[in-house]
């Protein structure tokens, strides 16, 4: 369905939900990671700044991923449907929904601290 190139990974999200990274200098096969419902669309994963990890994210959840490995360290349910591909600026995972844009911290990602900012004006 998608491909995208972040730093030295390919990622490449398949029509049954699906994230299979590639290295992208190499050509070679790293992991592969199962999203769930295959009616969500897949986004772009985003790099987190300062560690080995990446945020993955489809209409329902984001999942913090090691990109080396693939292993899944944390798991959060949106509680919106997602609408737009995410990005990180400092320790908040933005993404955005109908009518609303949603910053999220990620310290702790799976803990309490998870907050979805108010909606801002319609566009």
């Not at 390919?10 to 992991?31: E, K």
């Not at 700044?49 to 489809?58: E, F, K, L, R, S």
Request: proline share 5%; aromatic share 14%; charged share 15%.
């Amino acid at each position: 369905k998608s491909i995208w190139r972040v730093y030295y990974y390919l990622y490449v999200a398949t029509d049954r939900s699906r994230l299979v990274c590639l290295n992208a200098s190499a050509g070679t096969f790293t992991w592969d990671l199962d999203l769930g419902s295959s009616s969500h669309e897949i986004f772009r994963p985003v790099e987190v700044p300062g560690t080995p990890d990446i945020m993955v994210a489809n209409q329902g959840k984001a999942l913090l991923v090691d990109k080396r490995s693939g292993k899944t360290l944390a798991t959060h349910e949106f509680g919106f449907f997602a609408s737009t591909d995410p990005f990180v600026i400092q320790n908040t995972l933005c993404v955005g929904s109908a009518n609303y844009f949603h910053g999220l911290y990620l310290d702790p990602f799976g803990g309490s601290k998870w907050i979805t900012a108010a909606s801002g004006p319609r566009l």
